[in-house]
């Protein structure tokens, strides 16, 4: 399985991104995919997940009501759609995929088997 992300860049608060996490290769085993961020000098962080057999999303609280998490399934691609950006947000994205994430460690990055390369986020004040 490969996971290629896409889509961060430089903005101002505020302002909006689009992420995109394709994945490739033996997905029909995937249970949930997932985002997480790491900024400098912190670990990393759980975003937003999406369950896939019941198509429930799951987000962090320092970004409910601001970031979307949807997925293309003929494309196999996940996208986080993020608003209202704040500087606490830069950090570098990563997006994961887990075949055999459970509910309770859905926020646990250890729990995901599979990790794309990471797409850094810088918003500026």
Same mark, same amino acid.
């Given at each position: 399985v490969q996971l290629q992300a896409s889509g961060g860049g430089?903005?101002?608060a505020g302002g #909006?991104?689009?992420l995109s996490c394709v994945a490739t290769g033996r997905t029909f #085993? *995937?249970?949930v995919t997932a985002w997480f961020r790491q900024a400098?000098? +912190?670990e990393r962080e759980f975003v937003a997940a999406f369950k896939w057999d019941s198509g429930t999303r799951y987000y962090a609280d320092s970004v409910k009501g601001r970031f979307t998490m949807s997925r293309d399934n003929a +494309?196999?691609?996940v996208y986080l759609q993020m608003n209202d950006l704040k500087p606490e947000d830069t950090a570098v994205y990563y997006c994961g @995929?887990? #075949?055999r994430? @459970?509910?309770s460690s859905i926020r646990r990055a250890g729990a995901y088997d599979y990790w794309g390369?990471? *797409?850094l986020v810088t918003v500026s004040s």
């Open positions: 430089l903005v101002q #909006s991104l689009t #085993s *995937t249970r400098p000098g +912190k +494309k196999n691609t @995929i887990g #075949s994430v @459970i509910q390369q990471g *797409t």
